[in-house]
Structure formats: C-alpha cells, structure tokens
C-alpha cells in the first residue's frame, strides 16, 4: 500500500445480473474516490431488493412455466430427486458463495472475480471464460424457450393459414429478432431493465397465483394436441386435465418418453440438466456491490429466496403430478390451456424469459467487461471500451453474436446440457476457491457460521459427478478446454496485485516443512551450498550474480546488501528497497531470496546477515566480490533487458508491483569510478572473511566474473566448450602437499557442483596437481594415483595435470619469523609473479578457476599485505573463484 488512506475496495463494473438499479451508471473515477467526494452509487439496497429480487427472478426464468415436464417425463418420484440432488448442490455452492462474500465486497463479475481474486489470474481467467461462455449459452437458451412459448400462442390456424409460420428457419428468425431486442435494450440503457425487476417478479409471482388457483377451480376438461411429425405428418394425441386424482398421480410416478420438440427419447441426464438451468441464479445477489450490509444481506437473502424458489417447485411439481396425464408430455405450456384466464400465464412465459434473457445478456457482458479490464486475454483487450455512462458496449456486442450463434441450435433442449455443465464447472470451481482460502488457514476467514471445508469438498465432488451424469462428452470438452487456457495463462505468467491463494498454500505448507526439517540430522553425504553473496552495487555483480545461480546446485541462495546508516530516520530505508531487488531477481531470472539490514558498518551488517538469514535453511558459504581497484562495468549497458527500459520498451498492462525498470535503473546508482572513495577498506573486507570463518562459514571470493558471458536466462550454452580448472594446492605456501585436507577437498567439491550445473554439465574439469621435480623425490607419482582412487570414491570425473612447482619455487623464502608466528609469510614479488605465470600458462583459456584462498592474518595490520597477494597471483587469470572451506563436504561410504 502506497498510504494508509489506499482505498481497501474499489469499484471497478457493475454485478453481474441486471437486477442492480446502478449497472448503467457510469463507473467512479479515480478522481472522485481519492477526493474523498461522495459516491454516486451509495450503498442502499436492502435485502429484499438487493438480494431476494434478483435472485428469485433469476432462479425462476422461463423453466417455472415451461419446463415442469420433468415430472411428464421422469415421474414424481425422479423429479423430487432431481429437484432435491440440485437444491443439494446449489445448497453447497451457496455456503461457499456466503463464506467468500461476507469476507471481501465482490466487484463486477460474480463468479470471476470471487475465483480470480482467491485463486489468482491463472484459474480466475480460465473459469471466468467457462463462465461467460455459461452465461451466452444461457442467454441463447432462454431466447428459444421464449420463442418456443411464443409459437405456442401464436400457432392456431386461421383460414387455413397458420398466424406465424413454424419450422427450424423460423425459429432461428424468430430468435434473432428477440435477441436483437435484448441488444437494443442493454445498448441503450441497460437500467432501463434493472428499475422494473421487482415489477417482473410481481408479475411473475400473479401468474404463479393464477396456476394454483385454476387447479382448483377449473373443472376437468379433455384436449387434442397436435405436433407435425416426419414427412409433414400430422400427430394427433388425446390429454386430459382430471384435476386432482389419486390416480392421475400413481399413472405419474414414473416414466420416460419421447420428447416431441427433439425426436429423442428423454433420460435421467436429459431431464435433469433442463431442470438444472432453473437453480443458476444463485449468485445474483452475490453481485450487488451497492448493498448496505452486504454480510448480513447476501447469506440472508439468497438462503431465503433458495427456500422460496424450492417450496414452489416442489408444489407445481405435486400439482403437476396430481391433475394432468399425457398433458405433462405433448404440451410444455399446458399451464395455460388449465388456467382460468391463459393471458396471465402467457404474459408471466414472457417476462420471465425475457427477463432471464437480458439479465443472461448483461451478466456475460459484465464478466467480459471484467475480464477486459484485467487484461488476461489479448483478443478480448476491446471489451474493456465504455461509453460516456459506463455502458461496456463493446462487450455487450461481444455477448450478442456469440449468443447469436447459440440459437441456431434451434431447440431449448439441444443446449440445456451444454449450459449446464459449464455452471456446475463454475459451481465447482467457487468451492474450490472456498476450500482453498480455508486450507491456507486465511485469516478472519469464513466469518460465515455455517461452512466448513467438508462442504466444499461435497460441492465439488457432486458437481463434478453431476457433470459426467449430464454428459460425459460435454463435461471432458469443457474440462479439457479449462485447462488449454489454464495453462495458456499460465504461459503468459500475467502478474496481479490481487493475492494468489498459491501463495498462501505455499507459505502453510513450506512452515510445516520448515519446522520437519532438524539441522542435527543433516549429513554430509547431502551436502549442497547454502550462498549468501554480499552485494554491494548488482550495476557491476550481475555477471557474478548469475554464475552463482549456477553454483548453489539446488541450495539456499541469498543476495544480502548493507545499507549504511541506523534507524535514526521516520522510517526504516530498507524496508523500500526490496521490491526493487526482487525485480531485479525477477529479471536476472536467477532463483535466489534478497535479505537486507540497516548497520554503521558492511562488516557488523554482514555479520548480521549470516547469523540472521535464512529459516530452517542457514546459509554455510559467503561468497564476495574482490577487493580490487579495477573500474567495475555496467551491465545495465550491456544487457538489452536493462537499456532498453530506458526508451520505454516495457510490457504494457504487466503488474509490476510498483517498479517499472525506468525505475529499476534509477534506483540502483552508477557504477563506481577509480577516483571514487570507497565505502569498505582493507581491513574491514578482510575482517569480514575472518569472521566468517569464525562462524564456521565458508569463504568464495570472485575476481574478473564480469568477463564471463553466456550465463543469463536466455543463454543456450551447456558448457560443451568451456573448461574447468581447479587448483587445490595453497599456492602460497609450496611446501603443501596435502590434497585431503578440508579446504582441498571444498575446492574439489564446488568445482564438481558446477560442472552438474545447466549451463556446466559438459564443460571439461581439469585438477592441477603441483609437484618438485628438481628434488629428485618420485613420491608425487604415488600421490598422484591416490589422488585418482579419491576422484573415483567421490565420484569426480576430471583429467589430472602435473605442474613443476620449480619455476616459483625458487623465489619462495621463509623467514624464522614466518615460521613462528601466526603473522602473514613475506612473499617475494618475484615468487608471486612467477605463480601467476605459471596460472597464466596453464589455466588462460579456462572459463573459470577454482584456487585456494589461504586464511587471512590474524592482525588487521597485514590486510593490505595480504590482498596484495591476491591480487598479484590472480592478477589478468579471468573468472577466478578463491576459495577457502572449513566444513566437510565430501563422503565416500554409501
């Protein structure tokens, strides 16, 4: 958060369903919510209107007047299972949906962005597409039921001519014509809908009335219901309404037929997926981000109307059952053939369905608006286009041609599968979210009482059986189609600022493992380095940076910084600069964690990082930069993912977390010059090897590592012409002979690391063993075949070179005083230049060199004297690593 007066939520579309009196007002500017003005859509919907309203009509639709053929077709007793098994499920889906809404305001896109904002762009975009797709194909669906009751009406004959002709082209004309209605509608004033929905459901809810009333007071009567059959045959079927009668009831407990609008016979997975289309509408109230309350609101509401909607299926469902015989099956609309003025259920059939058809209409076009807005798929970019009120018309568009498309289906039932299964997959996925907020032990969550992760996991199994009971084909097509963009997002790693649920499943999982993982049962069989590498400016480390990211094989990798000063300051100055080393992490595309710390000094401060970084996991090796005076160089100059931040060239629409690499640049400061002070001296970089190696740590110092190339992320190189040299003798001190020693065997250890390393693993590795020739002792021929029995134990694979130590030996003197005290050997500068000769000859065309790094003096008095050995002995060798280990590494037992 920039400040503490960051709005904690911000309105970005209107919900979902049409039902909100605000969905075509215009949107609050960014403006207007930061001047603190009032909001031009306050919070004053109650439950009633803003929940109950909304959520009934949209449950209700058209199947309440035309679809009560499930009893027709399936029986009494399979229709109350059926209606019991999706009340069941939605039941489910709703404690979620209570669970996730009374935690957080929802914003415009219903399932969407619940999903998004808990599980992250990756399943939020991918089910917010299914979701959409649902909403169309609903649209569509309702459209031909509505056509369907139309054609009903008008499809008496007269003078031999039928009022509006019928056939499969007509029905698709027909559509288009409602469809292009609903279009208009949304485009021109899309509130013009919302402000009568309480009107609609008035009206809805007398035809309802109506239907209950004709069963009792309509007098039992006989039809004859014709359908055109194949070849223009004309079927002719005898119905009766017998009111209400045992029999009629025990003739309708079960059966199945042939549905007269596909030609197909009905089953239980046909039968239930039109019933289903009736119970999607839960998430209406879910939507109103105008509520009052909306944490007393939306439990309330939607629970209620879900009580309402069942208790008056479950009574048509019985009067259906208990007054009408083949009626149920050749009339869909027999509802108005017993009522005791038809024109209330007709006008009831054509609110309902147009309602539901608008409201399909809005809803898609609001998630697409949303997933526009969120940029996680490119082609859908014109979407997020608003006009002057708010209105996404572009999006509204979008909906209506595909729902164009649908209705060439022809038949409500052809795509009442299909619409379906792509709610329940929606459904599934909410109760994923759900569980996964709760299994990450989110905190304050659910505020909701009455939820736990059992009924999330028996949502998502009943939706997912449910899916393959509807349709096996349907439910693999979509499930195959949600991982295609799963994984295309995923591709496109799109970074947001909402929280990813991931991370907190990572974060209770990692904690768990952490407190598993016990220092004293580490061994050193499985041993692998724990880097900490201290960074002064990464302007002139990235080279060394991104070599390390080779060297830790697996391991901790830390890139720790000082910065100099205390916390005398209003704030702590380190707390600022992380996201900017995490960028740059991003970036270099290493794998590494950034630790800072505020101290006086580099050397108190690096102190503080070993003995402070890292949790379970310590790191055991410090890795420097060295101590020389060469003029570093800048790779932000080098690497055009750095330069070419500087005109621009950044990715658009990417979620930066607040460092755009303009800024990246500017914040780390230019690269030192010779003439520069610097901020660490001799001796304090020399005492800050020594207290690593009192803290039993072991100590890398990298020279010349901005000569290597070929080590960043988009480097294709697997080391197949690069070489590896190791040198495993103090090569300050000729009189070493001990190959086996702690240190030799470190050096030995790092080497084979990297050579198991992406960019290293077919690099050649070459061990240098020095030997005196001129004494005439042939001992070195047996060391040599010991040392060869050691590779093999540890598995080393390299070629052996013997080197005459003769040339330096020569220059190298050692004084009684040298001898006796712990003071730094006086080396000749001819003896350390004949060493780097002898480097220079063997080792120049190495890509990198692994050398001992003898322990530092004792006295501060000899750092200066001792990095002037270094630097003479390493002085032009290239990529040079000096290495000094304290801790065993090797281990040759099984």
Same mark, same amino acid.
Not at 516 to 533: A, C, I, N, T
Not at 609 to 617: A, E, F, K, V
């Given at each position: 958060?920039?400040?503490?007066?960051?709005?904690?939520i911000?309105?970005r579309?209107c919900g979902l369903t049409?039902?909100?009196?605000?969905?075509?007002?215009?949107?609050?500017?960014?403006q207007?919510?930061?001047s603190g003005?009032?909001?031009?859509?306050?919070?004053?919907l109650?439950?009633f209107f803003?929940?109950?309203v909304?959520t009934?009509l949209?449950?209700f639709s058209?199947?309440l007047?035309l679809?009560?053929?499930?009893v027709g077709?399936a029986g009494?007793?399979?229709g109350?299972l059926m209606?019991?098994?999706a009340y069941?499920i939605?039941?489910?889906t709703?404690?979620s949906?209570c669970?996730?809404?009374?935690?957080g305001a929802?914003?415009?896109g219903g399932?969407y962005?619940?999903?998004?904002?808990?599980?992250?762009p990756?399943?939020?975009?991918?089910?917010?597409?299914?979701?959409f797709?649902?909403?169309?194909f609903?649209?569509?669906e309702?459209v031909?039921?509505?056509?369907e009751?139309i054609l009903?009406?008008?499809s008496s004959v007269s003078?031999?001519?039928?009022?509006? &002709?019928q *056939?499969?082209?007509?029905t #698709?004309l /027909?559509s288009?014509? @409602?469809?292009? !209605?609903c279009?208009?509608?949304?485009?021109?004033?899309a509130?013009?809908?919302?402000?009568t929905?309480?009107?609609i459901?008035?009206?809805?809810?007398v035809?309802?009335l109506s239907i209950f009333i004709?069963?009792v007071?309509v007098?039992?009567?006989?039809?004859?219901i014709?359908?055109q059959g194949?070849?223009n045959q004309?079927?002719?079927?005898?119905?009766s309404f017998?009111?209400?009668?045992?029999?009629?009831?025990?003739n309708n407990?079960?059966?199945?037929?042939?549905?007269?609008?596909?030609?197909?016979?009905?089953s239980?997975?046909t039968?239930?997926a039109?019933?289903?289309?009736s119970?999607?509408?839960?998430?209406?109230?879910?939507?109103m981000?105008?509520?009052?309350?909306?944490?007393?609101?939306i &439990?309330? *509401?939607?629970?209620?109307a #879900?009580? /309402?909607?069942?208790? @008056?299926?479950? !009574?048509?469902?019985?009067?259906?059952?208990a007054?009408c015989?083949?009626l149920l099956i050749q009339?869909?609309?027999?509802?108005q053939r017993?009522?005791l003025?038809p024109?209330f259920?007709t006008?009831g059939?054509f609110?309902?369905?147009?309602?539901a058809?608008?409201?399909?209409?809005?809803g898609?076009?609001?998630?697409l608006h949303?997933?526009?807005?969120?940029?996680?798929?490119?082609?859908?970019?014109p979407?997020a286009i608003?006009?002057s009120?708010?209105?996404?018309?572009v999006?509204?568009l979008y909906t209506?041609?595909l729902a164009q498309?649908?209705?060439?289906a022809?038949?409500l039932n052809a795509?009442?599968?299909?619409?379906?299964?792509?709610?329940?997959?929606a459904?599934?996925?909410?109760?994923?979210?759900c569980l996964?907020l709760?299994w990450a032990?989110a905190?304050?969550?659910?505020?909701?009482?009455?939820f736990?992760w059992?009924?999330?996991?028996?949502g998502?199994?009943?939706?997912?059986?449910m899916?393959?009971?509807?349709?096996?084909?349907?439910?693999?097509?979509?499930?195959?189609l949600?991982l295609l963009l799963?994984l295309f997002?995923?591709y496109?790693s799109?970074?947001?600022?909402?929280?990813?649920i991931s991370q907190a499943l990572?974060?209770?999982?990692?904690?768990?493992y952490?407190l598993m993982?016990d220092?004293?049962?580490?061994?050193?069989?499985f041993?692998r380095?724990?880097v900490?590498?201290?960074v002064s400016?990464?302007r002139?480390?990235?080279?060394l940076?991104?070599?390390?990211?080779?060297l830790?094989?697996?391991?901790?990798?830390?890139?720790g910084?000082v910065?100099?000063g205390d916390l005398?300051l209003?704030?702590d100055?380190?707390q600022?600069?992380?996201?900017f080393w995490?960028s740059?992490?991003?970036?270099?595309g290493?794998k590494a964690?950034v630790?800072l710390?505020?101290?006086?000094?580099v050397?108190?401060g690096t102190?503080?990082l070993?003995r402070i970084?890292g949790?379970?996991?310590k790191?055991n090796?410090?890795i420097?930069?060295?101590?020389d005076s060469?003029?570093?160089?800048?790779?932000?100059?080098?690497?055009s993912a750095?330069?070419?931040a500087?005109v621009?060239q950044?990715s658009?629409?990417?979620?930066n977390?607040g460092?755009?690499l303009?800024?990246?640049q500017?914040?780390?400061p230019?690269?030192r010059?010779?003439?520069?002070?610097r901020?660490?001296?001799?001796?304090?970089?020399v005492g800050i090897?020594?207290?690593?190696l009192?803290?039993?740590?072991?100590?890398?110092?990298?020279?010349?590592?901005?000569q290597?190339q070929?080590?960043g992320?988009?480097?294709?190189?697997?080391g197949?012409?690069r070489?590896i040299?190791?040198?495993?003798?103090?090569l300050?001190?000729p009189?070493?002979?001990?190959y086996q020693?702690?240190?030799?065997?470190?050096?030995?250890?790092?080497?084979?690391?990297l050579?198991?390393s992406?960019?290293?693993?077919?690099?050649?590795?070459?061990?240098?063993?020095?030997?005196?020739?001129a004494s005439?002792?042939?001992g070195?021929?047996?060391?040599?075949?010991?040392?060869?029995?050691l590779?093999?134990k540890?598995?080393i694979r390299?070629?052996i070179k013997?080197v005459?130590?003769d040339p330096?030996?020569?220059?190298?003197t050692v004084?009684?005083?040298?001898?006796s005290?712990?003071?730094?050997?006086?080396?000749?500068?001819?003896f350390?230049?004949?060493?780097?000769s002898m480097?220079?000859?063997?080792?120049s065309?190495a890509?990198v060199r692994?050398?001992y790094?003898?322990?530092?003096?004792?006295?501060?008095?000899?750092?200066?004297?001792y990095?002037a050995?270094?630097?003479?002995v390493?002085?032009?060798?290239?990529?040079?690593l000096?290495?000094?280990?304290?801790t065993p590494?090797?281990y040759?037992d099984?």
């Amino acid at each position: 958060m920039s400040n503490e007066h960051t709005p904690l939520i911000t309105s970005r579309v209107c919900g979902l369903t049409m039902t909100t009196p605000t969905c075509g007002a215009p949107p609050e500017s960014p403006q207007e919510s930061s001047s603190g003005a009032p909001s031009p859509n306050p919070r004053r919907l109650n439950t009633f209107f803003g929940v109950m309203v909304p959520t009934v009509l949209s449950m209700f639709s058209i199947i309440l007047f035309l679809r009560t053929f499930v009893v027709g077709h399936a029986g009494l007793l399979e229709g109350l299972l059926m209606i019991a098994v999706a009340y069941i499920i939605i039941s489910l889906t709703i404690l979620s949906i209570c669970a996730i809404s009374t935690n957080g305001a929802i914003q415009g896109g219903g399932a969407y962005d619940m999903i998004s904002r808990s599980l992250g762009p990756e399943f939020g975009g991918s089910i917010g597409l299914m979701f959409f797709l649902a909403k169309v194909f609903a649209c569509g669906e309702y459209v031909l039921g509505l056509v369907e009751a139309i054609l009903d009406v008008f499809s008496s004959v007269s003078a031999g001519v039928r009022v509006l &002709p019928q *056939g499969y082209w007509y029905t #698709v004309l /027909y559509s288009s014509v @409602v469809l292009l !209605l609903c279009l208009i509608i949304c485009l021109v004033g899309a509130h013009i809908y919302s402000r009568t929905a309480f009107v609609i459901l008035l009206v809805v809810t007398v035809s309802l009335l109506s239907i209950f009333i004709s069963s009792v007071a309509v007098k039992p009567q006989s039809f004859v219901i014709t359908h055109q059959g194949l070849g223009n045959q004309t079927l002719r079927y005898n119905a009766s309404f017998t009111g209400f009668s045992a029999e009629t009831l025990r003739n309708n407990l079960g059966r199945y037929s042939l549905d007269y609008s596909t030609n197909t016979v009905m089953s239980f997975a046909t039968v239930f997926a039109v019933m289903f289309t009736s119970c999607t509408g839960i998430m209406a109230g879910a939507n109103m981000s105008e509520l009052k309350t909306p944490s007393v609101s939306i &439990p309330r *509401g939607t629970i209620i109307a #879900v009580i /309402y909607t069942f208790t @008056v299926y479950i !009574l048509l469902f019985l009067l259906a059952s208990a007054t009408c015989d083949t009626l149920l099956i050749q009339d869909y609309g027999f509802f108005q053939r017993i009522n005791l003025w038809p024109p209330f259920v007709t006008i009831g059939i054509f609110c309902a369905s147009l309602s539901a058809a608008m409201c399909a209409m809005i809803g898609a076009s609001r998630i697409l608006h949303a997933l526009a807005l969120d940029q996680l798929f490119l082609p859908l970019a014109p979407a997020a286009i608003t006009s002057s009120s708010g209105n996404p018309w572009v999006a509204v568009l979008y909906t209506w041609g595909l729902a164009q498309c649908v209705v060439f289906a022809g038949h409500l039932n052809a795509v009442a599968g299909l619409v379906t299964v792509f709610y329940l997959l929606a459904y599934a996925a909410v109760d994923l979210a759900c569980l996964a907020l709760e299994w990450a032990s989110a905190p304050n969550f659910p505020t909701f009482q009455f939820f736990s992760w059992h009924t999330c996991l028996l949502g998502i199994v009943s939706c997912v059986v449910m899916m393959f009971v509807i349709n096996p084909v349907y439910s693999s097509g979509s499930i195959v189609l949600l991982l295609l963009l799963l994984l295309f997002l995923h591709y496109r790693s799109p970074t947001s600022s909402w929280g990813y649920i991931s991370q907190a499943l990572i974060f209770h999982q990692v904690r768990k493992y952490l407190l598993m993982l016990d220092v004293r049962k580490e061994h050193v069989k499985f041993w692998r380095p724990q880097v900490l590498l201290m960074v002064s400016n990464p302007r002139s480390s990235c080279q060394l940076i991104l070599f390390v990211n080779q060297l830790k094989k697996g391991g901790l990798y830390v890139l720790g910084h000082v910065q100099l000063g205390d916390l005398a300051l209003p704030s702590d100055p380190v707390q600022q600069q992380y996201n900017f080393w995490l960028s740059l992490v991003d970036k270099l595309g290493v794998k590494a964690f950034v630790d800072l710390t505020l101290s006086p000094s580099v050397r108190q401060g690096t102190q503080h990082l070993l003995r402070i970084t890292g949790l379970g996991m310590k790191p055991n090796t410090l890795i420097l930069g060295f101590y020389d005076s060469c003029t570093p160089d800048d790779f932000f100059l080098q690497d055009s993912a750095f330069y070419d931040a500087s005109v621009g060239q950044t990715s658009e629409g990417e979620y930066n977390f607040g460092v755009d690499l303009p800024s990246l640049q500017a914040h780390f400061p230019p690269v030192r010059h010779v003439e520069s002070p610097r901020w660490l001296s001799p001796e304090e970089y020399v005492g800050i090897i020594s207290d690593a190696l009192k803290m039993n740590k072991n100590v890398c110092l990298g020279r010349y590592f901005f000569q290597l190339q070929g080590e960043g992320k988009d480097s294709k190189t697997d080391g197949s012409e690069r070489t590896i040299d190791v040198w495993p003798l103090n090569l300050l001190q000729p009189g070493s002979r001990d190959y086996q020693d702690v240190c030799s065997l470190f050096l030995l250890q790092m080497a084979c690391v990297l050579n198991m390393s992406s960019k290293w693993r077919n690099a050649r590795m070459r061990i240098f063993l020095n030997v005196e020739t001129a004494s005439c002792d042939q001992g070195w021929v047996i060391n040599e075949e010991t040392f060869r029995d050691l590779l093999k134990k540890l598995r080393i694979r390299a070629s052996i070179k013997i080197v005459s130590w003769d040339p330096a030996v020569q220059y190298h003197t050692v004084s009684k005083a040298d001898c006796s005290s712990e003071s730094l050997p006086t080396l000749s500068e001819d003896f350390l230049s004949a060493v780097n000769s002898m480097l220079m000859e063997h080792s120049s065309q190495a890509a990198v060199r692994f050398l001992y790094l003898p322990r530092p003096p004792a006295h501060s008095s000899q750092a200066q004297q001792y990095l002037a050995q270094l630097e003479a002995v390493t002085y032009g060798l290239g990529p040079t690593l000096l290495i000094h280990g304290v801790t065993p590494v090797t281990y040759t037992d099984l």
